[in-house]
């Protein structure tokens, strides 16, 4: 039984990972796709050859990844941070309120439809240990889980390079081709055939219509790309 139970939990915890991950990769590489994308095409529309376009297009791809991932750390930490600071509070009113507390559990079990006596053994259960009574507060008065310790830094790596690994795709036919408007070309189509798989892929995991999601995706890279280049011409 106890093997079952270890085994159901680590699944959990498996799973929590891994949308953490994907999570990331879609913050990172739907920005990544779309901003280097929308910046390359309205350069395009300003300057002739790709040389600048390059130099830019890396430059905001350098930044972009950078301040991508400095916000995921800075999300991953403020979570864990919230975590401790209510925690604290938990052990806090746990040791100085304990009856408030006792009422708080038993008040939870009475909400699930369990009978009065049970009510009160399996209060009294749970109360006997210190960590489990404050673990059971955390998780069903405030439905707060315990972050990942190491959530902050994996999220600032799976965001920043998502949005690097997104942003060389719309840039790469500048590294080929010198004259900018035909790199464009090129750009248009390998971003938009990306933006459709990734708009597919991600539609998948959250549960929407995939096709209507990908070509939602992949439009909206499109008009960002097209309002860049309308402005760069408008002001050339």
């Known amino acids: 039984m106890k093997s079952e139970i270890t085994s159901h939990k680590t699944h959990q915890e498996e799973h929590l ?16 796709l779309t901003v280097p994308f929308a910046l390359a095409a309205g350069l395009s529309g300003a300057v002739s050859t790709s040389g600048i376009i390059v130099i830019a297009g890396i430059a905001e791809i350098a930044a972009g990844g950078i301040a991508m991932g400095l916000g995921g750390y800075l999300a991953g930490k403020t979570e864990q941070d919230h975590y401790d600071s209510e925690l604290k509070r938990e052990y806090d009113e746990v040791e100085n309120k304990p009856d408030v507390e006792r009422q708080e559990v038993q008040d939870f079990f009475k909400s699930i439809g369990l009978s009065r006596d049970l009510q009160i053994k399996a209060t009294e259960e749970i109360a006997k240990d210190k960590k489990q009574w404050v673990d059971f507060m ?3 008065e405030l439905g707060l889980d315990e972050p990942n310790p190491k959530r902050a830094r994996n999220s600032a790596l799976n965001i920043g ?9 719309p840039l790469s036919p500048y ?13 248009i189509m390998a ?42 011409m408008l002001f050339k």
């Open 161 to 169: 390079l998502s949005y690097i690994a997104g942003g060389i795709i």
């Open 191 to 232: 971003t938009l055939v990306c933006l459709f798989v990734f708009g597919y892929f991600k539609s998948k995991i959250t549960g929407v219509p995939v096709i209507s999601g990908a070509f939602k995706v992949m439009l909206i890279g499109a008009m960002a790309a097209a309002a860049a280049y309308s402005v760069a």
């Open 175 to 187: 590294f080929f081709i010198e004259a900018s408007r035909e790199a464009l070309k090129f750009s």
């Open 17 to 32: 990972e891994s949308s953490d991950l994907l999570t990331d990769i879609v913050i990172g590489m739907s920005d990544g």
């Open 138 to 140: 955390m998780k069903f």
